[in-house]
């Protein structure tokens, strides 16, 4: 492939940390009364340089500050990452600065530096328009102040984004598209909305195994997912991935690098990377990364080669979730073969159940099969 070819790379930036113990977090151990900000700044300016010395010939398409609670990095140290990821790989044009951020009057207070120091999108994590519904998910805002920081960040950032999660116990269609209706009213450009999954080993997964927890049934949660698609669509933020609506250019560009498989470097605690063939992870805890960047000049944990039929796989999964579903050629001409992969006469069957389309260039799947995803890919993948 010649450089004209070659796709912008990512970056993601690991911050771990958080100020107290808090819901959005499960790492305990990673809340410091005290932080050493100029090691730490360090540290991930060398992580940085390592990711820049595997990756030459690459521009950086996008930036994602994420974490524990990136939004308390200190704005000198955004600007510092930001300053030199600049200088290893050089930007394209018009990059993506994006932050994670926790709807806290305490984050939004610091939007204006953030944003001074170079961060172009916030992502806001709201989670729900309803009180009761986000003392069940355990968050510590509440909507007056979720709505406050959303204010906030819209005055600041050129691009805001904010997610819901919606299909919660006891949640009617009328109540969600009602919740809906409401979020698309505050005019951002891009919405995440997930549906509540029950994760094995959770409080979730406890209370649901007692009875005292019942989410939606398949039926229920089908229809609040077609409604989801219906409203977004009839207000220009059409869904361009199963969770992710936005308007027309406004899509998040770092996560379509994810989607599309083109690569991107991780830097910081616990990061996970896909470059030049390799599945790179850092060191989860915070000390131990640290200690690996004193020594080696990097905080890698292992970087692991990924054979042909595995990066193949790696591609077909993120790239269906996408509503432009698989581009073979795309993928050729960066040495993935998409095609091998697929049972032929599977892929026939759910085509003619209106499920998936097909051609020569492409693979999708339909509004339909959409939500069968997992399913849809099981069935389509040959045998090793």
Known sequence: MNAAQTP??????????????????DFNSHVRAEIDQQAWRDALLADLAHEARETPGRKLGSIFFGGGTPSLMPPETVAAIIAAAAAAWGFEPGIEITLEANPSS???ARFADLAAAGVNRVSLGL???DDEALRFLGRAHDVAEGLAALDTAQAVFDRVSFDLI???????????????????????EHLSLYQLTIEPGTRFAT?????RLVIPDADAAADLFEATRSLTAAAGLPAYEISNHARQGAESRHNLSYWRYTGYAGIGPGAHGRRNALATTRHRK?????????????GTQSEEPLDPRARATEALVMGLRLAEGIDFGRHAERG??????????????LE???LVTRSPARLALTDTGMPLLDAILREVTTAA
């Open 8 to 25: 912008p790379l990512a970056l993601y930036v690991h911050w771990p940390f958080c100020v107290s113990k808090c819901p959005y977090c």
């Open 106 to 108: 305490v984050e939004a």
């Open 127 to 129: 989670q729900a328009l």
């Open 166 to 188: 919606y299909a919660r116990p006891g949640q009617s269609l009328a109540q969600w598209e009602a919740e809906l209706a409401r979020a698309i009213g505050f005019g951002t």
């Open 207 to 211: 209370e649901a195994a007692a009875g």
């Open 286 to 298: 915070p000390e131990n990364w640290l200690s690996a960047v004193a020594r080696n000049g990097h």
């Open 336 to 349: 993935i073969a998409i095609a091998p992969l697929l049972d032929d006469a599977a892929v026939a069957r």
């Open 352 to 354: 003619r159940a209106g």
